[in-house]
């Protein structure tokens, strides 16, 4: 039988800036990111040309289907619902008997018959395997992410974290998450960290007790964090820092992320043997962003659409600025559509929701006003209605890291991966998962 592969996606990683970080260090710090990088065997990955389709729900689909953007046109993260046709990876193992787990894989549907696990990602609409504390889980996750407006935790997801606390208790782990979790109350870009590593130690958990032949999981925070703090890095000179409004200064969020990620990996280690292999992609990277852009996410996206006189059925957030919302019938999403392509910031009169997108009876909208939201700002809906646009969102980030096409693959040393001696299109890692079963 072939040995188990584990595909640990650590989206978006510039491993030329963690180079640094390692170059710099001590003997006894990053020893997992060393050993990865003296050991495993490497290459690069390059996406899409056009840097709008360098999304990493594009690219992460790319893999999963073997095919790349102009062959599968799938653009909006979310819609691989929408595309039943299209066989992912998933499917294609378990049509050839191997057992197939999956922990937030991103832009992903649930097709498979009978998983070892699955957990879907936070913003795709699909079921997880029908186990009750799969789908306990994969609440808890939707309600953290698409609630960060809030950035409140409802009653039923604190007792989901607890039950996945009693069930994955490892007392090194359980004491570095509590760790991390206090830790978040002062450094809030940690809270995406949390959620890392939660969802690690219930992949830990799973890997040891529901036998899988190819596992996979999807770790978000290290590419969160670099869109919002790369700046902030001891190692990116270039351009001017964070305001300490916004940060501290003496803070390096990049530097607490690669200990958190090092950690990990040090855990997947552990596991390396003959039955079990390992994949480390990237899929894409980050690079700093040479403009000041700010990023604003509504605050309740329901009470926005009410107050502003739109008819819909239901509205489902998707990552940051974006979000869908679903209509009746047709003459209702071309209403909607008239209104919200009206609305303006009245100081300025720039539009605020810049891209939005037909799809029959539901609009992709993005909230793309990119200029500093002050207190006494209000937007214009019509003649007769104008709304503080500072009380209708809140404040997400400024844009520090953007998408860049060069991604990182490392594979175990002594595993009989056929590595490639050049960069090759990310969509190629499907082939190389394949051969090796």
């Not at 040309?49 to 360098?54: D, F, I, T, V």
């Not at 032949?213 to 820092?241: D, M, P, R, V, W």
């Not at 047709?330 to 300025?348: F, G, P, T, V, Y």
Request: hydrophobic fraction near 40%; glycine fraction near 4%; include cysteine.
């Amino acid at each position: 039988m072939k040995p188990s592969l584990h595909l640990l996606q650590l989206n978006e990683i510039n491993f030329d800036i963690v180079d640094k970080y390692l170059a710099n260090s001590n003997q006894n710090e990053f020893l997992n990111f060393k050993f990865l990088r003296k050991n495993f065997k490497f290459f690069n990955t390059f996406g899409e040309e056009n840097y709008e389709n360098l999304e990493p729900w594009i690219q992460w689909t790319s893999v999963n289907l073997g095919k790349t953007f102009n062959e599968h046109k799938i653009f909006r993260l979310g819609d691989i619902t929408k595309y039943p046709s299209e066989k992912q990876i998933f499917e294609t193992l378990e049509e050839k008997g191997f057992k197939v787990g999956a922990i937030c894989p991103m832009n992903t549907e649930n097709r498979l018959v009978n998983p070892s696990y699955f957990i879907p990602d936070p913003w795709t609409e699909t079921l997880s395997d029908n186990s009750k504390f799969s789908n306990r889980l994969s609440k808890m996750l939707k309600q953290s992410v698409n609630d960060n407006a809030s950035g409140k935790l409802t009653f039923s997801s604190i007792s989901t974290i607890l039950e996945i606390l009693i069930k994955t208790i490892d007392i090194k782990n359980t004491f570095f998450f509590f760790k991390l979790a206090i830790s978040s109350i002062i450094n809030p870009w940690k809270k995406s960290l949390v959620l890392d590593y939660l969802i690690h130690m219930v992949h830990m958990k799973f890997i040891k007790k529901k036998f899988s032949n190819f596992s996979t999981i999807f770790f978000n925070s290290g590419a969160h964090i670099q869109h919002h703090f790369l700046f902030n890095s001891k190692y990116i000179n270039e351009i001017s820092k964070n305001p300490n409004w916004y940060i501290n200064s003496s803070s390096d969020p990049i530097e607490d992320m690669l200990r958190v990620y090092d950690r990990i990996i040090g855990n997947y280690l552990k596991i390396l043997d003959e039955e079990n292999k390992l994949i480390i992609s990237t899929g894409l990277r980050q690079v700093p962003y040479k403009m000041i852009k700010f990023y604003y996410r509504l605050k309740k996206h329901s009470s926005f659409l009410n107050k502003i006189g739109i008819k819909f059925v239901k509205v489902l957030p998707r990552m940051t600025r974006d979000f869908e919302i679903i209509f009746e019938n047709e003459h209702d999403q071309r209403n909607a559509k008239i209104i919200l392509q009206n609305i303006r910031c009245l100081n300025n009169n720039l539009n605020i929701f810049g891209e939005i997108e037909n799809r029959n009876k539901s609009l992709f909208v993005s909230l793309n006003y990119s200029n500093e939201i002050k207190k006494n700002d209000h937007i214009k809906i019509n003649s007769d209605l104008k709304l503080n646009f500072y009380n209708e969102v809140v404040f997400v980030a400024i844009k520090n890291g953007m998408h860049d096409s060069k991604g990182y693959v490392f594979c175990s040393p002594n595993s009989g991966f056929k590595t490639p001696s050049e960069a090759i299109h990310v969509s190629k890692l499907h082939d190389i998962i394949l051969d090796h079963f």
